[in-house]
C-alpha cells in the first residue's frame, strides 16, 4: 500500500477522502477480512492500478484502435492477454471487461439469444445473479432453468444436472458459483453439456487463484468459455476477464449465419456491443498480478488458503456449528444458523462489531428472506494474504464462537475487537509494515 506520506497530493486537495483513505487503511490492518470474494493485493499491483495509464483511452483492441497514441498501450494489453493465456492454457483472452458481471453478460450476448433457455444455480442454493436470478438482466432476457444442490449432502447431484438438462434442452449451462464450498466436477458438466449440444461455461471468479496453485481443477479442457474477476483468490485489481476456445463447435446450431469464430464473438461483445474503452490501469495491474501468479510463492499461498480454510472448518465443526455440505474444499465455508434463534444478518452484524468482518449469506433451503438469510459465508483468501496459518485459524474459530454464542453482547464484542486488533498487529496488511511505519505504529497503540 502507498505509505501516509506518499498522498500529499491527496491531503492537499481533499483532506476529507485522504481522512477516509487513512481509516480505511486502520480498519483492514486491526480486523479480519474473512469475506471471500475479497483480498489483499501487493504494493505492485496498487501502484500500476492507481499509475498513469488511468489516463489513457483506446477504444477497441491493440492494432484496431479508434484513436491515436496507443503503441504503448498495445504492447501492454498484449502482455496481460498473452500472459493470461499462457497461465490457464487457454487459446484465447479478453482482458477488457469492468467486472465479473459485464464479463458475464458479454458471454450471454456472444453465445446465445434473448429468450433462449440458460442452465444455472441460483443465489440461495450457491450460484451467482448472473447465471439466471430473477432480480438480474440474466433471468428476465432468458428463461430460467435453476438447477440446485442435493438437501442432503449441500453438493451438486450431476445426476439430478443431467436429468434437468435432457429435459429442458438449454442453450448455455453455467457451472460455477459464489456459496459453494466444494469442488467443481467440469468433466461430468462437459459431458452433460455435450449430449444437447450445449455450451458449458465456467464461472471462476471465486477460485481462479485455486486453479492457478493446483489446487482446484482447471475447466479450460472442458469448457467452451470461462469468465472470472480478476480480484478475489488471483490477487489482481476489480476488473474481469474472459478465456475462450477459438473455434465454436455450435456455430452452426447457434449463428448460421455468423462469420465470426467464438472468439471475435466475445471480443465484439465486450466491445463495442457493451462497453466503451477499457480501463488500461487496470489492465496493467492485472498483468502485473498474473506475473506474480506465476511464482511458486503464489501456488504455496492458494495451498495455504486450502489449509487455513479446511481448518477453520473442522474446528467450527467441532465447536458444535454447522456448515454447508459439511465442511470445504476451497476458500470459504458457509455456516448455517437455519436451527439458532439467531439470524445470518444478526451474526455477521455482530461479528463485524468484533473485527472478523464477513458477509451474511443464504443457504440451500433458507426459510429466511435474502435480506436477513440464515447463513454466513467466511473466507481465508485474506487471511492468508496477511501470513496466517492453521494455528491463527484455530484461535479466529473460537472468536467466532465467543461472539455466536453472545450475540449483542457489546462487552463480548468490544473485547473479542481488542484481542483481534492486538492479534492483526503482528500480521500486517501487504505494503504496511516496510512502507508505513508510522501507521503501523498506530494500529499497534489502537
Not at 486537495?13 to 480505511?24: A, F, I, Y
Not at 453455467?174 to 456459496?179: K, L
Amino acid at each position: 500500500m502507498p505509505d501516509y506520506e506518499s498522498t500529499p497530493n491527496l491531503r492537499r486537495t481533499d483532506p476529507e477522502v485522504h481522512e477516509l483513505l487513512n481509516r480505511q487503511k486502520r480498519h483492514e490492518s486491526s480486523t479480519l477480512k474473512m469475506i471471500a470474494s475479497e483480498n489483499f493485493v501487493s504494493s505492485a499491483v496498487l501502484e500500476a492500478t492507481g499509475s498513469i495509464f488511468t489516463n489513457k483511452y483506446c477504444e477497441g483492441y491493440p492494432g484496431a484502435r479508434y484513436y491515436e497514441g496507443n503503441e504503448i498501450v498495445d504492447e501492454l494489453e498484449e502482455l496481460a492477454r498473452t500472459r493470461l493465456k499462457q497461465l490457464f492454457a487457454a487459446e484465447h483472452a479478453n482482458v477488457q471487461p469492468y467486472s465479473g458481471s459485464p464479463a458475464n453478460m458479454a458471454v450471454y450476448r456472444a453465445l446465445v439469444k434473448p429468450g433462449d433457455k440458460v442452465m444455472g444455480m441460483p443465489v440461495p442454493e450457491g450460484g451467482h445473479l448472473t447465471h439466471g436470478w430473477g432480480v438480474n438482466f440474466s433471468g428476465s432476457d432468458y428463461q430460467r432453468v435453476p438447477y440446485g444442490v442435493n438437501p442432503e449432502t449441500g453438493m451438486i447431484d450431476y445426476d439430478e444436472v443431467r436429468e434437468i438438462a435432457q429435459r429442458e434442452r438449454p442453450k448455455l449451462i453455467w457451472i460455477g458459483g459464489t456459496a459453494y464450498p466444494r469442488v467443481f466436477d467440469y468433466g461430468r458438466a462437459a459431458e452433460i453439456a455435450r449430449e444437447i449440444d450445449a455450451y458449458l461455461v465456467a464461472d471462476i471468479a471465486h477460485i481462479s487463484g485455486l486453479i492457478v496453485a493446483g489446487v482446484h481443477p482447471s475447466p479450460v479442457p472442458h469448457c467452451d468459455v470461462v469468465s472470472s474477476t480478476s480480484h478475489k483468490t488471483i490477487r489482481g485489481p476489480r476488473g474481469g476477464f474472459i478465456l475462450s476456445r477459438f473455434e465454436d463447435r455450435y456455430q452452426s446450431v447457434y449463428h448460421p449465419n455468423s462469420k465470426f469464430n467464438l472468439a471475435k464473438r466475445i471480443d465484439r461483445a465486450v466491445f463495442p456491443f457493451l462497453q466503451g474503452g477499457p480501463h488500461m490501469n487496470t489492465i496493467a495491474a492485472l498483468a502485473v498480478a498474473l506475473k506474480e501468479a506465476t511464482s511458486e510463492e503464489f501456488r504455496e499461498y492458494g495451498r495455504q488458503i486450502v489449509r487455513n480454510s479446511r481448518t477453520l472448518a473442522d474446528e467450527l465443526l467441532t465447536l458444535g456449528y454447522k456448515l454447508v455440505s459439511g465442511g470445504t474444499d476451497n476458500h470459504m465455508l458457509i455456516l448455517d444458523f437455519r436451527d439458532r434463534s439467531f439470524s445470518g444478518k444478526d451474526a455477521a452484524v455482530a461479528l463485524a462489531r468484533a473485527g472478523i468482518i464477513a458477509n451474511f449469506n443464504l443457504v440451500p433451503g433458507d426459510p429466511r428472506k435474502p435480506a436477513v438469510t440464515s447463513g454466513v459465508r467466511i473466507g481465508t483468501p485474506g487471511v492468508t494474504s496477511m501470513g496466517m496459518r492453521e494455528p491463527e485459524m484455530v484461535l479466529i474459530a473460537r472468536w467466532i464462537d465467543r461472539v455466536c454464542k453472545s450475540i449483542g453482547d457489546a462487552a463480548v464484542e468490544l473485547t473479542v475487537s481488542r484481542d483481534i486488533a492486538e492479534f492483526c498487529a503482528k500480521f500486517p496488511i501487504p505494503g504496511i509494515r516496510e512502507r508505513e511505519p508510522a501507521l503501523l505504529s498506530a494500529v499497534e497503540r489502537s
